[in-house]
């Protein structure tokens, strides 16, 4: 007889507890298997797990040892309210990242509040950025752009799941928004430090696409570039958000107050008490 789902978990909590890994993804594994909603999982645990969603299971806490995400064996993750398609071209989305929306939502709403506005999401990954902010603003007429081809076929697949309308535009990060004004202008740009990579987990730079993470000049290269680039690009007023490394702060505020010597720059702490956006308020 196979073990009871409540045995599997915990026997497969100690093996990925023995190598470091998170555990509670041995729990998310078993949810994903049997289906079951959470409630119905805690009812459920002194059950025994048929043979078919047992070996399912297992399968999966082999890929979770190798260190891969748990998103990526599941090909999913959601991201304010939505659910993304994720997989190894493009970030898994954060909860970081949904403050950086949801503050931008926020502003937006003060700054142009019923107006029709044009909003581009810079580096767009998976989508996460641009499909949360349509939802929740849809007077916004949104675009989103990646270099990563592979990137922008998983962003396309996600407004088609979410019914999310979004333009998609491939190109190197501000490039392919030069023809038009922007209102809005969101971005998670790479921002690591190369020389940063031994502090991080093998989870993540193992699995996840490096050309998301890294950034030259202390991962500082993207926000001294669209400090110099977007003047141009943007109406009057106009509001532009990035989410940033917890230490670099001031060195993205002076950029951005250097380029737009009127507006007010804020950086904005996360739940966690970490600088961890910064927007520009351009009047």
């Not at 990646?146 to 396309?156: G, P, Q, R, T, W």
């Not at 917890?246 to 250097?258: C, H, I, T």
């Amino acid at each position: 007889m196979t073990e009871t789902i409540l045995e599997s978990v915990r026997r497969a909590e100690q093996i990925l507890d023995a190598r470091g890994l998170e555990t509670r993804t041995a729990e998310m594994a078993m949810l994903a298997v049997t289906g079951k909603s959470r409630a119905n999982y805690l009812a459920s645990l002194q059950e025994h797990l048929p043979l078919e969603p047992c070996t399912l299971f297992w399968s999966y806490i082999t890929e979770l040892v190798t260190g891969k995400p748990i998103q990526y064996i599941l090909g999913e993750e959601s991201f304010y309210g939505l659910s993304f398609e994720v997989n190894e071209h493009v970030l898994i989305p954060r909860p970081e990242t949904e403050e950086l929306v949801y503050y931008a939502i926020e502003r937006a709403s003060r700054m142009f509040g019923d107006e029709k506005i044009q909003m581009a999401d810079i580096g767009t990954g998976s989508g996460a950025i641009a499909l949360a902010f349509k939802t929740e603003y849809p007077q916004a007429e949104v675009t989103a752009t990646d270099y990563s081809e592979k990137a922008l076929e998983v962003a396309k697949r996600n407004a088609e799941r979410n019914r999310v309308d979004i333009t998609f535009l491939q190109g190197d990060m501000e490039e392919p928004l030069e023809q038009r004004k922007w209102d809005i202008i969101l971005s998670n740009p790479p921002y690591i430090a190369p020389y940063e990579k031994d502090q991080m987990s093998a989870t993540v730079y193992d699995f996840e696409p490096e050309s998301a993470l890294f950034a030259e000049e202390d991962g500082l290269y993207f926000y001294r570039r669209l400090a110099e680039k977007l003047p141009s690009l943007m109406n009057r007023p106009a509001l532009i958000g990035f989410e940033i490394g917890y230490q670099q702060g001031e060195m993205v505020r002076q950029y951005l107050q250097k380029s737009f010597p009127d507006a007010k720059v804020e950086v904005v702490q996360d739940i966690n008490k970490k600088d961890r956006m910064i927007f520009c308020e351009i009047r």
